[in-house]
């Protein structure tokens, strides 16, 4: 009876643990979700600044073409839900197009380092499921 006992209290102890750590993920991911154009350009400016060593100049170069490719992006997304094969495709192509106006404002050891911290992006990433693709073998 008390190995029962001890092992009820254990499961209700990871159950709770398990249920705490899935509503702080989804507030994140909330919060996340709905940070505006320019949330989202100045934490990017600012994180691009300290890992590139950008010079004021360039700085506020990079916020204008964030904010002008968040906000391309942003209209794109809100367009609607029935396309998503084409919403992909358009943000891809704001991607590319913003990532090539970057370089330009960037100095060649700048580009190297930025091009890194993509492929370190990748690498972290895995083969994790991108948002709204099912894993196989579930459910």
Do not use: C, W
């Amino acid at each position: 009876m008390k190995r029962i006992a001890i092992t009820f209290i254990g499961v209700m102890v990871a159950a709770t643990t398990l249920m705490a750590q899935g509503e702080q993920s989804s507030a994140k991911t909330l919060k996340h979700a709905q940070r505006t154009p320019e949330e989202r350009s100045k934490e990017m400016t600012a994180r691009l600044k300290e890992e590139l060593n950008l010079t004021d100049q360039q700085s506020e170069e990079l916020y204008a073409i964030h904010l002008k490719y968040a906000e391309e992006r942003k209209g794109v997304l809100d367009a609607g839900r029935e396309e998503r094969e084409a919403q992909r495709t358009e943000i891809k192509s704001i991607n590319d197009k913003q990532k090539a106006e970057m370089k330009s404002v960037l100095t060649e050891e700048q580009v190297a380092r930025l091009d890194e911290m993509h492929e370190e992006r990748t690498q972290r990433r895995g083969d994790r499921p991108q948002r709204g693709q099912r894993r196989r073998g579930r459910g």
